[in-house]
């Protein structure tokens, strides 16, 4: 059931989800995507979410772009090659360009890691995206760091938020947050497509969340080559997570240092690996969100009083046209039957997105109001 | 003048890599690059320097990297295309895949901005390499934050490196120093690939400078498109570093807050803005670098009495390859006639490197030891 999770979750990444029906001619309003490289055109997004790319490749003779459904590419009378997508969902979305049977990133566009590889992509905007987006609010800080970890002999790189008023504040302890990505993305995930830190100062700001530390490290130990899923073992991750990690976090931040003021949540492989590692820890954890990545079943539960006695939130989430791909059970019937058994537990599905980052910026978003109501 | 370039290009084929002279077939010891993508075999480094690239692009009819003087690209019976550079100088060099008349970024690579654009880039290993990696000593923090800027109306990055201890001490305060990047580039440069971190975490480490803060902005205000230089004004960049930076970073970390505890240099265009804003901001800045962006001549000073009074450090350095090319006069003998007339001034060459990271990254490791030795 594992193996067969984490496939559909992969699927969703490369397949997607249902599109529109498609009008004839593309909206005639496009304007360059936010995800571009300084001063690019291109790629354009029209008010339909659809994209239109333009690539300078005069000999070549195939071009194309890995959204499915997109238009055939054609030149135009400057040489270059021009394309369009169907309409796409709001959010994030990595890519690829074909040319003459090569896969290239997009040069137009800045690079994110995802599907193994720093590459290309493209920001569709949304409806709600003042939540995700800067804005002129009190900022907190990401901060890029080393800790050494003996059990892998290597220096392991962490991102760190911390939150407006860290530094100006030097008495003040702050609960933690660490939150992991998805399989074929890494530590720089959270930070940059997923806007977490422009997430927390918006939600800060507007006094929805208390000030919270976020911790973010890669969610594996095979550096050099990024491994599949099949063996996939959690017992290096979370000995790297729970006998290095914490203790140096706990030891260089001024964080509140027990079970009550720490959560673990994730995204897809990250959302399995806070299942698999809170449970085990439940002295460690209090706090559990899982984003996209299966849900926790009364059954999956071995001593229902501890749990509840130490668990104070379980959060799952879906995006709504991922919903129907799941093959790990039924997440909302798992989150009513926690419920049920009085653990507080949270069911959120974000309305017309996918297995995508749009879900998991909005999953952040509704999660970490409900952290660490004490 | 194209005679002298001619030998430089001949004295750094044969002189900074003797291997190549004496074998007509590149060395078989090819090692990957350490600037790739996670788990890519290619591109390749071998013992004298050259590069090795692989790119999958099977139906492509040309194939070639902007290194000049590289092999003709070839077919393999991968069906992936091969090729290899020239012995190429220690350190970091950005470079682009053409593929059918296309520009794009090699796959293999991660992708670093320079040149305008984030693209690929290859790092050849250098003897000195041990002062600007990543080792298990004491480390700093790299603090990726915005502030708002009046002047431009906008929130701007900014990148502070925090030294070891910063946090351990909430008592100590730091003199600070303002590093500039080159045109073409970004904030991102010193804290990636110029190894900025790594180089002050190593220098701390073996007590060879005191810790000190590195504020890194954007050298421009032109966001959406990178300007040119033929009309530049360093008006508007110096209201945003002087008027806003200086005040917030003062403001929300521990520095030493006056002139004497205040830096600023930079590289190239970098090193240029350093000269212009701290010869018009004398009570602001103490202490100058400027590398391989041109020198301070003694006629640049109206008031050397005052000059001599406020300045504590004039910094300039260049790499042995780009010297004979320098139109902007004769920075050694500049240098020279500044320390005749009494100033604290430091002229220093990094042997067998051109106007690249590897220069900047050693005039940052020497510039640092000089500064702030009160």
Same mark, same amino acid.
């Not at 193996?3 to 997607?16: H, I, K, T």
């Not at 059970?329 to 995508?356: C, M, R, W």
């Given at each position: 059931m594992k193996v067969r999770l984490l496939l559909a979750l992969l699927l969703s990444v490369f397949v997607g989800h249902p599109g529109f029906a498609q009008t004839n001619a593309p909206a005639d309003d496009r304007k360059p995507a936010s995800s571009n490289q300084p001063g690019k055109e291109y790629p354009k997004? /029209?008010? %339909?979410?659809?994209? @239109?790319?333009?690539?300078?490749? $005069?000999?070549?003779?195939?071009?194309?772009?890995?959204?499915?459904?997109?238009?055939?590419? $054609? @030149?135009?009378?400057?040489?270059?090659?021009? &394309?369009? $997508?169907? *309409?796409?969902?709001?959010?994030? =979305?990595?890519?690829?360009?074909?040319?003459?049977?090569? %896969?290239?990133?997009? *040069? /137009?566009?800045?690079?994110?890691?995802?599907?193994? #590889?720093w590459g290309s992509a493209v920001e569709i905007p949304a409806k709600d995206e003042a939540t995700y987006t800067l804005? /002129?609010? *009190?900022?907190?800080?990401? #901060? %890029?760091?080393?800790? =050494?970890?003996?059990?892998?002999?290597?220096?392991?790189r962490a991102f760190v938020y911390t939150p407006p008023g860290y530094d100006q504040n030097p008495d003040k302890r702050y609960p933690v947050l660490y939150l992991q990505h998805?399989? &074929?993305?890494?530590?720089?995930?959270?930070?940059?497509?997923?806007?977490?830190?422009?997430?927390?100062?918006?939600?800060?700001?507007?006094?929805?969340? #208390?000030p919270i530390i976020i911790v973010m490290i890669y969610g594996? $130990?095979?550096?050099?080559?990024?491994?599949?899923?099949?063996n996939f073992d959690i017992g290096p991750f979370e000995t790297v997570l729970v006998k290095e990690l914490i203790p140096f976090v706990d030891a260089n931040f001024r964080t509140l240092a027990d079970q009550p003021h720490r959560a673990m949540a994730g995204l897809s492989m990250g959302g399995m690996e806070t299942r698999m590692i809170t449970l085990r820890n439940l002295d460690t954890f209090s706090h559990i969100g899982i984003f996209s990545g299966g849900s926790i079943a009364v059954t999956n539960i071995t001593d229902m009083a501890a749990f509840k006695a130490k668990n104070k939130l379980v959060f799952v989430s879906y995006g709504? @046209?991922?919903?129907?791909?799941? #093959?790990?059970?039924n997440p909302k019937a798992d989150a009513d039957a926690l419920k049920a058994a009085g653990i507080n537990s949270h069911f959120?599905?974000?309305?017309?997105?996918? =297995?995508?980052?749009?879900?998991?910026?909005?999953?952040l978003r509704e999660f970490a109001p409900l952290l660490f109501k004490d």
């Amino acid at each position: 059931m594992k193996v067969r999770l984490l496939l559909a979750l992969l699927l969703s990444v490369f397949v997607g989800h249902p599109g529109f029906a498609q009008t004839n001619a593309p909206a005639d309003d496009r304007k360059p995507a936010s995800s571009n490289q300084p001063g690019k055109e291109y790629p354009k997004v /029209n008010s %339909e979410g659809r994209v @239109k790319f333009r690539i300078a490749a $005069t000999n070549a003779r195939v071009v194309g772009v890995s959204f499915r459904d997109s238009s055939a590419f $054609t @030149k135009g009378e400057d040489g270059a090659w021009y &394309g369009h $997508t169907r *309409p796409l969902d709001d959010g994030f =979305h990595y890519y690829t360009i074909s040319m003459d049977g090569a %896969e290239v990133p997009d *040069p /137009n566009s800045r690079m994110f890691f995802g599907a193994q #590889r720093w590459g290309s992509a493209v920001e569709i905007p949304a409806k709600d995206e003042a939540t995700y987006t800067l804005r /002129n609010v *009190p900022q907190g800080q990401l #901060r %890029e760091l080393y800790f =050494h970890s003996p059990s892998t002999a290597t220096m392991r790189r962490a991102f760190v938020y911390t939150p407006p008023g860290y530094d100006q504040n030097p008495d003040k302890r702050y609960p933690v947050l660490y939150l992991q990505h998805g399989w &074929g993305e890494n530590e720089y995930g959270w930070g940059v497509q997923g806007r977490a830190r422009e997430i927390m100062d918006n939600l800060i700001a507007e006094n929805k969340t #208390r000030p919270i530390i976020i911790v973010m490290i890669y969610g594996m $130990t095979n550096e050099t080559r990024m491994g599949g899923m099949r063996n996939f073992d959690i017992g290096p991750f979370e000995t790297v997570l729970v006998k290095e990690l914490i203790p140096f976090v706990d030891a260089n931040f001024r964080t509140l240092a027990d079970q009550p003021h720490r959560a673990m949540a994730g995204l897809s492989m990250g959302g399995m690996e806070t299942r698999m590692i809170t449970l085990r820890n439940l002295d460690t954890f209090s706090h559990i969100g899982i984003f996209s990545g299966g849900s926790i079943a009364v059954t999956n539960i071995t001593d229902m009083a501890a749990f509840k006695a130490k668990n104070k939130l379980v959060f799952v989430s879906y995006g709504s @046209k991922e919903l129907g791909n799941n #093959r790990g059970g039924n997440p909302k019937a798992d989150a009513d039957a926690l419920k049920a058994a009085g653990i507080n537990s949270h069911f959120y599905v974000s309305q017309d997105t996918a =297995h995508e980052w749009q879900t998991w910026r909005r999953s952040l978003r509704e999660f970490a109001p409900l952290l660490f109501k004490d």
